[in-house]
């Protein structure tokens, strides 16, 4: 069987050193919130991905572009995701204020999916910039609960069999879940300040 050749071609190896250039940036500004905060880290944790060959090239098909790497990173633009897993609502926005403030990068769109939630509950930062290098990356910033929540809504999302019934009140008791994280997300907030403030 012939191999299939690669949907990113000989950007990969620009893609990987992007990805890793934007790490490196969040992780300037940790360190600056670190001493800021008295050396309380930010960020619980930050993932980092290339999309998988194979679901960009779903992405391309079910977007009815060509399957080739200009629609790979031209017209989509999450070939390159990261996500970062903040403690408190405060720390998501001032990681997004450090970054629109960078002058090798330049913000295409921003989504506030934590002011503005969607329907089903789900609550998000999320950012879409263009690199000096003319890549895009998809920036997800959120708080451990709100990534808490998103985990086990993909994998109910994603499990089949779920009958009528059932799949309504999970939904339901997830929208629930989601208000009541939020509500302690900013709880936590306020106690935050307080000991700050002291």
């Given at each position: ?77 999450d070939a390159i995701g990261i996500r970062v897993v903040c403690a408190f609502i405060d720390d998501v926005y001032e990681i997004r204020n ?101």
């Amino acid at each position: 069987m012939e191999e299939m050749e690669s949907i990113y071609g000989e950007k990969l190896s620009l893609m990987n050193d992007v990805l890793e250039d934007v790490l490196n940036k969040i992780d300037i500004v940790r360190e600056e919130m670190k001493e800021k905060h008295f050396g309380e880290d930010p960020v619980e944790h930050c993932l980092a991905r290339i999309k998988s060959e194979e679901s960009m090239r779903e992405k391309c098909i079910r977007k009815g572009i060509p399957v080739n790497v200009e629609s790979a990173l031209a017209e989509i633009h999450d070939a390159i995701g990261i996500r970062v897993v903040c403690a408190f609502i405060d720390d998501v926005y001032e990681i997004r204020n450090y970054i629109v403030q960078l002058s090798d990068i330049k913000v295409i769109e921003e989504k506030d999916y934590i002011k503005h939630a969607k329907p089903n509950g789900y609550r998000s930062y999320h950012m879409i910039i263009q690199h000096s290098s003319g890549l895009y990356v998809e920036i997800q910033l959120r708080t451990i609960s709100m990534d808490t929540w998103a985990a086990l809504e993909h994998h109910l999302y994603y499990k089949k069999n779920i009958e009528a019934n059932a799949k309504e009140l999970i939904v339901s008791e997830l929208k629930r879940c989601a208000d009541e994280l939020a509500s302690t997300d900013v709880s936590m907030q306020t106690i935050r300040n307080m000991i700050y403030d002291e």
